[in-house]
Each structure stands twice: as structure tokens, then as C-alpha cells.
């Protein structure tokens, strides 16, 4: 049973950084991928950054390219998400998922979720 553990949230004023970390546990993760999403009070889960497990390719929405990093530590089974230059926008509960195959921006594909941590990030 694919079993997802993020930790890692916490209250941030502007501009400063976070890092989650989700540690995966229940399969071999090698041809997964792993996602973060986010969800802000009343609005919809979106896409935030995405790893492939094998090779460490990434993916960023727009909206934290060059401000967030995505990595993994294989012999952890952990991916990182390093949160910099946090804006009040970024305020949100964060979660962590795991699909098998490549990393997608559509949070429907991922079958395996971990808990929401929440980042408030204070103006």
C-alpha cells in the first residue's frame, strides 16, 4: 500500500522559505512520478511542481518557476519541495501525490495522495 507523509509546512512572512518533504513508502518508486498540488480556501487544487522518479526531469507551473525547486533523494524514497521568495498567494495547503509513469499537471491522474500541510505565508 503506497503510503505518502509530508511534513514540512509552517507560517513564513514574505519572502522568506519553506521546505516540504514528502517520504514515500509501499512500492519501488522508480518509474513513478510525484506531484505537488496546493488548494487556497475556495478555489480549486492546482498544480505545482512535478518530478520524474528515474531521471529527476521536472516540471513547475508558472506561477513559482524560479522560486520553488522540486527534488528527490532516491535512497530516502523523499521528494523535497524548497519553497523561496514566498508570496502571500502562495498561502495554501500543500499536498504531495504519486502516479505510476510520467509526472502531469492534472491532479485527477494521481491515484495515491498524502495529507495537506499547510504553508501560510504572512504580508
Known amino acids: 500500500q503506497v503510503q505518502l507523509v509530508p511534513s514540512g509546512g509552517g507560517l513564513v512572512q514574505t519572502g522568506g522559505s519553506l521546505r516540504l518533504s514528502c517520504a514515500a513508502s509501499?512500492?519501488?518508486?522508480?518509474?513513478?512520478?510525484m506531484g505537488w498540488f496546493r488548494q487556497a480556501p475556495g478555489k480549486e487544487r492546482e498544480f505545482v511542481a512535478a518530478?520524474?522518479?528515474?531521471?529527476?526531469?521536472?516540471s513547475y507551473a508558472n506561477s513559482v518557476k524560479g522560486r520553488f525547486t522540486i527534488s528527490r533523494d532516491n535512497a530516502k524514497n523523499t521528494v523535497y519541495l524548497q519553497m523561496n521568495k514566498l508570496k502571500p498567494e502562495d498561502t495554501a495547503v500543500y499536498y504531495c501525490?504519486?502516479?505510476?509513469?510520467?509526472?502531469?499537471?492534472?491532479?485527477?491522474?494521481?491515484?495515491?495522495w498524502g495529507q495537506g500541510t499547510q504553508v501560510t505565508v504572512s504580508s
Open positions: 501525490a504519486v502516479r505510476e509513469g510520467n509526472p502531469t499537471i492534472v491532479a485527477g491522474l494521481y491515484p495515491y
Open positions: 509501499g512500492r519501488t518508486f522508480s518509474s513513478y512520478a
Open positions: 518530478i520524474r522518479w528515474s531521471d529527476g526531469v521536472t
